[in-house]
């Protein structure tokens, strides 16, 4: 995602018109869903490389599917490259594992119809819901409105997305995590976090020109450092990819288990 914003008073861009702050992880649930967290919550990243701040932007959430119907504004903020900020949503009651210690406690959540909302922070669906950090309190239509910084759809049901489709669904204890920096496709970026880091490919080190895997693994892609797809699986399930026609360096693979999105680095040396 490269965008720069002209809107006076609503972003201002230090340095580099690169930088750029994204949602790096969401965590959804209540009660009824056994979350053990005691709070939602969404973390927002610097992938760029310069500092960035915003000022006047608003989190905006919709349900799976239809058109988005709350928000709440955050604070004046201004993160470092590769710096997160924790923005703490509502109480889960049942919860019993607390969040490390906010950047930002959302506070007062506002329909925008006019509505009266009772919330206190954003109550995050476990399953499929869509999240937009957005520039101004203008409801966002889509992935591709001109206020939108970043767009996330999640789980199955998520009626828009950026990208071929979804982000995963939240666990009862593990929040999904963007994997990717940033390649404009949610079903891409994100997995559940920790899933990744059990390995879903053999051995991370390529070094005879193939990737293995320890399963039949769906729509396999190859990301290069500039989060470009460089490859693709010929067929819909693999269990190997050749890459030998790549170059050597660092890359991340993509691909699904059991409607699962995963993502790994490997290095092809």
Same mark, same amino acid.
């Given at each position: 995602?490269?965008?720069?914003?002209? *809107?006076?008073?609503?972003?201002?861009?230090?340095?580099? &018109?690169?930088?750029?702050?994204?949602?790096?992880?969401?965590?959804?649930?209540?009660?009824?869903?056994?979350?053990?967290?005691?709070?939602?919550?969404?973390?927002?990243?610097?992938?760029?490389?310069?500092?960035?701040?915003?000022?006047?932007?608003? *989190?905006?959430?919709? @349900?799976?599917?239809?058109?988005?119907?709350?928000?709440?504004?955050?604070?004046?903020?201004?993160?470092?490259?590769?710096?997160?900020?924790?923005?703490?949503?509502?109480?889960?009651?049942?919860?019993?594992?607390?969040?490390?210690?906010?950047?930002?406690?959302?506070?007062?959540?506002?329909?925008?119809?006019?509505?009266?909302?009772?919330?206190?922070?954003?109550?995050?669906?476990?399953?499929?819901?869509?999240?937009?950090?957005?520039?101004?309190?203008?409801?966002?239509?889509? @992935?591709?409105? &001109?206020?939108?910084?970043?767009?996330?759809?999640?789980?199955?049901?998520?009626?828009?997305?950026?990208?071929?489709? @979804?982000?995963?669904?939240?666990?009862?204890?593990?929040?999904?995590?963007?994997?990717?920096? %940033?390649?404009?496709?949610?079903?891409? %970026?994100? $997995?559940?976090?920790?899933?990744?880091?059990?390995?879903?490919?053999?051995?991370?080190?390529?070094?005879?020109?193939?990737?293995?895997?320890?399963?039949?693994?769906? %729509?396999?892609?190859?990301?290069? $450092?500039?989060?470009?797809?460089?490859?693709?699986?010929?067929?819909?399930?693999?269990?190997?990819?050749?890459?030998?026609?790549?170059?050597?360096?660092?890359?991340?693979?993509?691909?699904?288990?059991?409607?699962?999105?995963?993502?790994?680095?490997?290095?092809? %040396?």
């Amino acid at each position: 995602m490269k965008r720069i914003f002209t *809107i006076a008073g609503l972003i201002l861009i230090t340095t580099f &018109s690169n930088a750029q702050i994204v949602i790096n992880e969401i965590y959804g649930g209540n009660e009824n869903s056994g979350a053990v967290l005691k709070n939602n919550y969404i973390v927002l990243k610097n992938i760029g490389t310069s500092q960035v701040t915003l000022s006047g932007a608003t *989190i905006q959430y919709a @349900p799976a599917v239809g058109a988005f119907t709350e928000y709440h504004v955050l604070p004046d903020i201004t993160l470092e490259p590769e710096q997160t900020y924790l923005i703490q949503e509502t109480a889960i009651n049942g919860g019993t594992v607390s969040l490390p210690t906010p950047d930002f406690v959302a506070g007062t959540v506002f329909n925008f119809d006019g509505t009266s909302n009772k919330s206190i922070g954003l109550r995050l669906s476990g399953a499929s819901g869509k999240i937009a950090l957005a520039t101004n309190r203008i409801p966002v239509a889509g @992935p591709d409105s &001109s206020n939108v910084i970043d767009f996330v759809g999640y789980g199955a049901n998520a009626d828009q997305f950026k990208g071929d489709g @979804p982000a995963p669904s939240p666990t009862t204890t593990t929040a999904i995590k963007r994997a990717v920096s %940033d390649s404009n496709d949610n079903k891409a %970026d994100f $997995s559940i976090e920790g899933t990744a880091k059990s390995g879903f490919v053999q051995n991370p080190f390529i070094k005879d020109g193939k990737i293995v895997f320890g399963t039949e693994i769906r %729509d396999v892609k190859v990301y290069d $450092s500039f989060r470009q797809v460089v490859k693709k699986a010929p067929v819909k399930i693999v269990s190997a990819l050749d890459i030998t026609d790549l170059p050597k360096g660092t890359y991340i693979v993509t691909g699904t288990i059991n409607n699962i999105p995963l993502s790994q680095k490997i290095i092809k %040396d």
